[in-house]
Structures are given as C-alpha cells and as structure tokens.
C-alpha cells in the first residue's frame, strides 16, 4: 500500500478532498492535466476553474444551497472559505471573482508540502487503484480516453448532459443611459412614493444594492430580439451530443424557440422593476450579475448559449444598453458526464465494486458548484478511514443537505438525472404540516445545523 491518496482531477471537488486529506496529515497526490491538456471550455491554468456562472447561489439559510454552504463551513471547507474571501456584490448570492478565486485555491494547495501537483492526464485508473486509495474527480467535461477508462471500470455506458456557459461582457461598454442598477423589487417604485422620490433613492442606491445591472426592453426591443436569436446560427454539435440537453442550464437560445414569451417568464422576467425612464414596468428585462472583484466584468444571467461567437454579437449587441458592448468572453456549450451513481455508488460516494475508488463531483450527478464540494469533502473524508483501518464510513444524516445528497445518488433510480441542493429530496418534518414555505425551509435548516452540532 502506497503512503498517499491519489486524486485525479484538479477541479472543485478534487481541491477540496485534497486539502481535507492534506489537513489530516496524509500525503495527496493531485492529477491534473491542464495546463498540458484542456477541455474544451477550459482556459486558466490554475486549479477550481470556474467555467459557468460565477455564483455560488444563495447564502440564506432558507436556501437549500444557502444550508449546505452553512454546513460545509462547519465543516471546515476550503473552498467556501476563498468563495467567502473573494465575493463580490450579488445581493444575498456568494458570487465570486472567478480568476482570484482559482488563483487562491492553488496557491493554497501548491504550498502545502504535503501535496504534490501533477500535471499530466492519467491513463490507468486500475493500475493506480491495485496500490492505493484513488479519488476520481474529473468533473463533466471528462477526457474522452479517461471516460472511456471509466466506461470499463464500472460496467457502464457512459451519460452525458449538457451545460452551456454565459457571456461576459466588459462594464465600460454598458450604455448607462438605458441600464440601472438594483434587485428585484428593491428598486421597483413604492405605491407611497412620488416619481421624484423614487428617482432620488435610485441615485443613492448602496454598493451591495448595485450588484446587478439592468437593462429594460419594450416589446418592439424584445420582439426583434427573440426573433434574431431564434434564426441565429448556433455551432453544430456531434451527433453523440445531440441527445440530452440537462434543464437546469437551459442554452437561452433553445428556450427562446419554445414560444416568443418564455424568455419573458424566466431570465428575462421583469417583474420588481420600474424602467427609470417611464417610471413603469417594463415588458422584458436583461440582467448583469458582477463577475470580478473590481466590478469591471459582468455577466449575462440566464444566456448560457451555444451560438456561434460571431451571432452572439451580432444578437446580444441588440439588447439597449449593449449596443456597443465589449465581450470579454463568448458563451460556449459543453459536453458534461456523469455516471449512473445510483447503481455504482454507496452513500460514501465510494465505488461498490471496488473499496480503494471513490468518486467526486459533477461526474456523480450531484449538479452545481458547492454540490459538487460537497461530494468532495465526503470522498475525502471517508478515503482517509480507508487509508487507515477502514473500519468506519463518515455517512451524514439525511436530514442534512449533505446526507440528503450522497442519499440521493446511492438510491436505485431507473431515470437518474443530475441533482442540485434542493429541499425536496430532505426528509419532511414530523408531525403537523407547515405552509409557509419559509417558515417550513427555515424549520428544515434548523434541523439541519442540530445535525452539526
């Protein structure tokens, strides 16, 4: 038996089970094989590389994401503490500066002396697993010689979804004569208030209150919007791709061909908003959510897009207050992986079929960034009882985001999907029934951190 645990893949579940194991006083060693080789929506060389949105999700504790933030930092996470340490304003989201939060994460690792950082692809999972314990945690945009490997370890075909990052655009080329900042409902005018009134509080909105940019749309804007979207060229994908298209990151240019309104009832939804120049509601909005620390970069929320980059200009550029915009960075859509968990795994995310392999992240269905955290600290924590006398097994409570998530990816399920943290897969609560959704979600966090303590 070797005297390390071995980790492949560099992402946020195989950081954080590195710093866990590293913490514990045993030797990592880190696969990872950028920047030798890089996915295909891959491009910064340092480790947790955030690809998509940069926001964690909400902090409130009624939030079933919130919750499983709470507990994790309980536990002691790395990577919700640098989350913590390089937000920036998104409201009651934990939105971070994505290229300061890789570049902590890797400073981090790269200077404990107990983990050792390779950058190679791996092509021999068995080899390693016959000599020691084995953390795979490749994330969804797994390399096809590896997925491959994996596809012969466990039995299985391999399934794919597919996620689709969003634009960014540089705030500098926003044209503030159209676009305002606020949330939602926290900037719409009060029935008491006078339109002078209203326009006096929107100039004095705080900092925390600009996290988002708006951008308000009339119908004749929003009609000539959808309809170049909906005729715009998109990048054609294999045919291996054309399958499965995972809900929960829906590209906004296949939404928008569901019907000429459904952008209006979902990302572009303006209700809690009063256009600042009509002092009215306006028929559809675009949000910007802050990506940088600095406040310099902002995202396009909800316009996770697979258009070719030449469109998403053309397109994008239509929306008022974008006319001029500088995309820092085109949207692109991916090809993601995940096994079938429920048949593979035990509630330890570790591999039924073989006791030294565990697997983590998106790659076991668990969806979203703190998730897939989540899954690392719990591979981490269980490979490090193997490592000594395997006599035990960390399982988390189901009442526990945490459990409820390891539960949900260990119970057989014929039309497995990927899963987000969610209140509906906990436990409901004993006894009389609560309507009040808050107070029923508050009444489950509660129960939750009891867990804990």
């Known amino acids: 038996m070797v005297d390390y645990i071995t980790i492949i893949g560099g992402g946020l579940a195989g950081s954080e089970a590195a710093y866990q194991i590293a913490k514990r006083g045993i030797k990592v060693k880190l696969y990872e094989m950028k920047p030798v080789k890089f996915s295909p929506a891959h491009s910064n060389e340092n480790l947790a590389e955030i690809v998509c949105s940069n926001s964690f999700k909400s902090n409130l504790l009624t939030n079933a994401c919130g919750l499983l933030k709470e507990e994790l930092r309980k536990l002691d996470s790395l990577l919700i503490k640098i989350a913590d340490n390089t937000s920036v304003p998104a409201g009651q989201a934990l939105a971070v500066d994505r290229d300061e939060f890789a570049k902590q994460v890797t400073q981090t690792l790269a200077n404990n002396p107990l983990i050792e950082i390779i950058n190679e692809e791996v092509t021999d999972i068995e080899e390693m697993a016959k000599n020691g ?55 719409e005018k009060k029935k008491d208030e006078t339109v002078e009134e209203w326009k006096e509080r929107l100039a004095n909105t705080s900092k925390e209150e600009q996290s988002y940019i708006n951008l308000p ?9 959808w309809k170049a979207l909906v005729e715009a060229e998109v990048i054609t994908l294999h045919e291996f791709e054309k399958k499965e298209i995972f809900e929960g990151c829906m590209p906004v240019e296949i939404m928008a061909k569901r019907g000429i309104d459904t952008l209006r009832f979902g990302p572009l939804k303006p209700v809690g908003f009063d256009d600042p120049r009509t002092a009215r509601r306006p028929y559809a ?32 550029s239509m929306i008022p207050g974008l006319q001029n915009a500088e995309f820092v960075k085109y949207g692109v859509m991916h090809r993601n992986t995940y096994i079938n ?40 924590l269980n490979a490090i009882d193997v490592f000594g006398d395997g006599a ?11 459990g409820a998530l390891t539960k949900y990816i260990s119970t057989p399920n014929e039309k ?34 009891r867990e804990f303590e």
Do not use: C
Request: glycine residues 6%.
């Open 341 to 380: 968990s429920t048949k593979l795994l035990d509630n330890t995310y570790n591999l039924k079929a073989n006791n030294n392999i565990y697997f983590a992240g998106q790659i076991t269905g668990v969806e979203g960034y703190v998730e897939s955290i989540s899954s690392g600290m719990v591979a981490a």
């Open 416 to 449: 497995f999907q990927p899963m987000n943290a969610n209140f509906g897969i906990l436990p409901i609560l004993e006894g009389k029934k609560i309507k009040d959704k808050k107070q029923r979600y508050q009444m489950l966090a509660d129960r939750s951190l």
């Open 133 to 187: 314990i084995v953390i795979i945690a490749t994330g969804p945009l797994t390399s096809e010689g590896l997925a491959e490997q994996i596809a012969r370890l466990t039995g299985e075909d391999k399934l794919y979804f597919y996620d689709a990052a969003a634009p960014i655009v540089n705030k500098d080329s926003i044209d503030f004569n159209i676009a305002f900042y606020g949330d939602r409902y926290s900037q």
């Open 285 to 316: 909005l675009v949000q910007l959510r802050q990506d940088d620390m600095q406040a310099s970069i902002y995202n396009l929320v909800g316009f996770q897009t697979n258009l070719k980059f030449g469109e998403q200009k053309r397109v994008f």
């Open 392 to 402: 035990k097994k960390h399982r988390f409570s189901e009442n526990t985001v945490i």
């Open 217 to 225: 749309m009339n119908q004749e804007e929003y009609e000539a919007f």
